[in-house]
């Protein structure tokens, strides 16, 4: 019987050890010599609507360069950036990228695509967001009648957005919400809607997540088209000198910035989605100024 | 919701889908090694603190104590800003690769596979400890001798440093990144896929985990059962 139990152990000790070795041999993830390779910091919309799934592999075949991808959210990513920790960001908060860009921490800034925001809350719509001209208008309403709000607070591009919203209303940033109309979830978007769903309340999505999500919950789409709602995306290279040399994929970036606005991945994006959704879920920005949007269709229950 | 998602689950693991495979090797990869260094390392300091008298004594049971409750976001934020670009190790290129993980996940293993292998130590007839005494043995072969004589429950520290090893979500996703088909673990995924309200996947996942953990209890149940008989 003891011999059973050291027979186990030998085994168990071989196949531990063989582990890791393959660890420590799959962590030249330090890449073989010679293998290019970039760390992007991008956002969750990019990574959850799986558009990188489907744009990576063809920048890796068409420029041999690896994508490490850390999807972060923008607020996260810039601030990585701003320290050098990412060699690409692939980010959609245009005024936060303005001013950082304006710090002096990056190289090169271009327009990948568009998409757009949307109003979503309960159906019953208590604070008439449907009927509202503008978003500002809405969200006034919302919070003039005090209407449960999700606000995401945690950095992303997507809040980084509706605090600008808040502002142009003439509302304070973070409305106070005591009575505790205004939430913060401090979460991404799926949770957050998930959030509004079992609050009845209302909150901000990008169309992304809220064609993979709109099935999940008994929320509706209120409001879309207001232009302050436009949703863009960019690409930024960081800067080289930042840190030591070498320690920064600076050529990498920029190879991927202008790969990712190129004529390939532009038309990879501007087809991406037609076939989960019945249409493409981004804009690329080559395209001339396109009609208005159709209206999304209502899924049968 | 449930009842779809369960359906999704089984179909899911018989068609054998790859990414899934690959998750699940990775997981098990990692926290294995990590593991094994906690025990390597955790093993000598249990049976320190529980048979040996020198200065500091107190100090390390505190230290190990702690340990135990260590918030593993802390771990990872700190393992982050020790390996990434502009750190101390940054040269090393470690940020965003499973060695990253195994040395985040083994910082809060140690301490429980230190912890109750004290315990499991204290807890000896006296008796054994005096006669390895009598015998004269070198302090190395006197703790192998007493780690022995705890078998049973040493294993138990073994298995619930792994346990926390492999549930731990945290700092791995800090310092792992959760890079698909390189740093992407079991309990990640399962916070990405939920994430993207996929929860049918998330669930799948979540079920292989359990059932690696039972495994892993079984087969220590296992070898401590047939031990038992042979004693």
Do not use: C
């Not at chain 2, 899911?12 to 990414?19: A, I, K, Q």
Request: proline share 5%; charged share 20%.
């Amino acid at each position: 019987m003891a011999h059973r139990l050291d027979l186990a152990a030998r085994l168990g000790s071989t196949l531990i050890v063989l582990q890791m070795l393959a660890i420590v041999s799959s962590t030249s993830g330090a890449d073989p010599a010679g293998t290019r390779s970039l760390l992007l910091a991008t956002t969750t919309s990019t990574q959850d609507s799986g558009l990188l799934d489907a744009l990576l592999p063809a920048f890796e075949d068409d420029s041999g360069i690896r994508v490490k991808t850390v999807a972060v959210g923008s607020g996260a990513a810039l601030a990585l950036g701003a320290r050098g920790e990412a060699d690409a960001l692939l980010v959609h908060a245009p005024g936060a990228e303005r001013k950082w860009m304006a710090e002096g921490h990056g190289d090169m800034r271009l327009p990948v695509m568009h998409n757009e925001f949307v109003v979503v809350g309960p159906a019953a719509d208590p604070a008439s967001v449907r009927a509202s001209a503008t978003v500002t208008a809405a969200l006034g309403q919302i919070a003039r009648q005090r209407v449960a709000w999700i606000s995401r607070d945690d950095g992303s591009g997507t809040d980084l957005l509706e605090k600008e919203l808040w502002r142009q209303s003439g509302e304070p940033e973070k409305p106070s919400g005591e009575a505790g109309w205004y939430v913060r979830s401090g979460q991404g978007m799926g949770a957050t809607l998930l959030i509004a769903d079992a609050r009845r309340a209302y909150t901000l999505s990008d169309r992304g997540t809220w064609l993979a999500w709109r099935a999940k919950v008994r929320l509706v789409e209120l409001l879309r088209g207001d232009p302050r709602l436009r949703n863009d995306y960019s690409v930024i290279s960081v800067r080289a000198d930042k840190l030591p040399e070498g320690r920064i994929h600076a050529r990498e970036a920029v190879a991927f910035a202008r790969w990712l606005t190129g004529p390939h991945a532009q038309r990879l994006i501007a087809e991406f989605g037609r076939e989960r959704y019945g249409e493409p879920l981004f804009a690329p920005a080559s395209a001339k100024p396109a009609p208005a949007l159709p209206a999304l269709p209502v899924p049968a229950r | 919701m449930l009842w779809a998602a369960l359906e999704e689950a089984m179909k899911l693991l018989v068609s054998g889908d790859r990414e899934l495979l690959r998750v699940i090797g990775l997981s098990l990869m990692i926290s294995a090694s990590a593991t094994t260094l906690a025990a390597l390392v955790g093993l000598p300091i249990g049976v320190l603190l529980a048979s040996g008298r020198f200065a500091g004594r107190a100090t390390l049971a505190v230290l190990v104590d702690t340990g135990m409750s260590l918030p593993p976001v802390l771990v990872g934020l700190t393992v982050m800003a020790v390996f990434w670009r502009s750190g101390p190790l940054g040269a090393l290129e470690i940020l965003f690769t499973p060695t990253a993980m195994v040395i985040a996940q083994f910082i809060v293993a140690t301490p429980i596979a230190a912890g109750l292998t004290r315990s499991a130590i204290a807890g000896l007839d006296p008796d054994i400890a005096s006669a390895l005494d009598v015998d004269g043995a070198g302090p190395v072969a006197r703790a192998l001798e007493l780690l022995r004589a705890a078998r049973p429950q040493v294993t138990v520290a073994i298995a619930a440093a792994f346990g926390r090893a492999v549930s731990e979500v945290g700092a791995s996703l800090m310092v792992g990144g959760n890079i698909a088909n390189q740093t992407r673990v079991m309990t990640t995924a399962i916070t990405l896929e939920a994430g993207r309200g996929e929860f049918a996947r998330a669930m799948v996942i979540g079920m292989v985990l359990l059932a690696v953990a039972l495994l892993v209890n079984a087969t220590l149940a296992w070898a401590r059962r047939s031990d038992r008989a042979s004693a």
